[in-house]
């Protein structure tokens, strides 16, 4: 006797969602992907469609230095907002700043005079006079819905997908050089937990990390 498999439907794993479509967004999947209804999503920056520009704190020490973004000036992981520079260390010819994304995390630090390459990619110059402490740069991503990409969820990658960020409603498969469009639950809404797909394998700490992230954006596994 053949045996059917019944595959995944759509959608079926929303339990309870925000009125008029609030909960969902059209995405874009990336190339070499997979996905299921259910997948776990995580999303990167398109680097050529992000624009950053970089400001000098008006209260900064006078003639204190300047910083440079890099061409280009942000990664994948990139977040749209503002990032936030402050010194925390200053030195004679030289200083320390602490870096914190949109969300008011520490991604690093900075030394003056060495190019800082991780979300933002820039290098902060000594000026005439040395930093002080509290002396900043503000440097603003400008990423709307279109300048991100999803793919299947990997708690091994490095280029954003690591991260938690959705989960697709609809199947989609793209080979190279190949996107695809679909809708995806991007926020405020409940889904059965049972009916995700997860990357074969993962880790019962990585799906609890990727249970929070989703939690943080308002979507409850129950």
Same mark, same amino acid.
């Given at each position: 006797?053949? %045996?059917?498999?019944?595959?995944r !439907?759509?959608?079926?794993?929303?339990?309870?969602?925000?009125?008029?479509?609030?909960?969902?967004? /059209?995405?874009?999947?990336?190339?070499?992907?997979?996905i299921? @209804?259910?997948?776990?999503l +995580?999303?990167?920056?398109v680097?050529?469609? %992000?624009?950053?520009?970089?400001?000098?704190?008006?209260?900064?020490?006078?003639?204190? +230095?300047?910083l440079?973004?890099?061409? @280009?000036?942000?990664?994948?992981? #990139?977040?749209d907002?503002?990032? /936030?520079?402050?010194c925390?260390?200053?030195a004679?010819?030289?200083?320390?700043?602490e870096?914190?994304? @949109?969300?008011?995390?520490?991604?690093?630090? #900075?030394?003056?005079g060495?190019?800082?390459n991780?979300?933002?990619?820039?290098?902060i110059?000594? +000026?005439?006079?040395?930093f002080?402490?509290g002396?900043?740069?503000?440097?603003?991503?400008?990423?709307?819905?279109?300048?991100?990409e999803y793919?299947? !969820?990997? @708690?091994?990658?490095?280029? +954003?997908?690591? %991260?938690?960020?959705?989960i697709?409603?609809?199947?989609?498969?793209?080979?190279?050089?190949?996107?695809?469009?679909?809708?995806a639950?991007?926020?405020?809404a409940?889904?059965?937990? !049972?009916?995700?797909?997860?990357?074969?394998?993962?880790?019962a #700490?990585?799906?609890?990390?990727?249970?929070?992230?989703?939690?943080?954006?308002?979507?409850?596994?129950?």
């Open positions: 006797m053949t %045996v059917f498999t019944e595959g !439907h759509a959608a079926e794993f929303v339990l309870s969602e925000a009125q008029r479509m609030f909960s969902r967004d /059209n995405i874009t999947i990336a190339a070499e992907q997979t299921k @209804p259910g997948s776990v +995580g999303k990167r920056a680097v050529a469609g %992000v624009v950053a520009t970089a400001a000098a704190d008006a209260g900064n020490t006078a003639s204190s +230095g300047a440079t973004l890099a061409d @280009p000036a942000v990664s994948s992981r #990139a977040k907002g503002v990032y /936030n520079i402050v925390i260390e200053p004679t010819n030289a200083g320390t700043f870096v914190f994304d @949109p969300t008011g995390r520490s991604i690093g630090k #900075a030394t003056v060495v190019a800082f991780k979300e933002i990619k820039f290098t110059a000594d +000026g005439s006079g040395d002080v402490a002396d900043r740069f503000t440097v603003t991503v400008q990423a709307d819905n279109a300048d991100f793919g299947a !969820h990997d @708690p091994a990658a490095t280029d +954003g997908f690591e %991260v938690a960020a959705a697709a409603l609809y199947e989609a498969t793209t080979g190279e050089s190949e996107s695809a469009a679909i809708s639950i991007t926020r405020h409940e889904v059965n937990g !049972h009916l995700l797909t997860w990357k074969t394998g993962i880790a #700490a990585d799906k609890a990390n990727g249970l929070q992230a989703l939690a943080d954006k308002g979507i409850i596994v129950r």
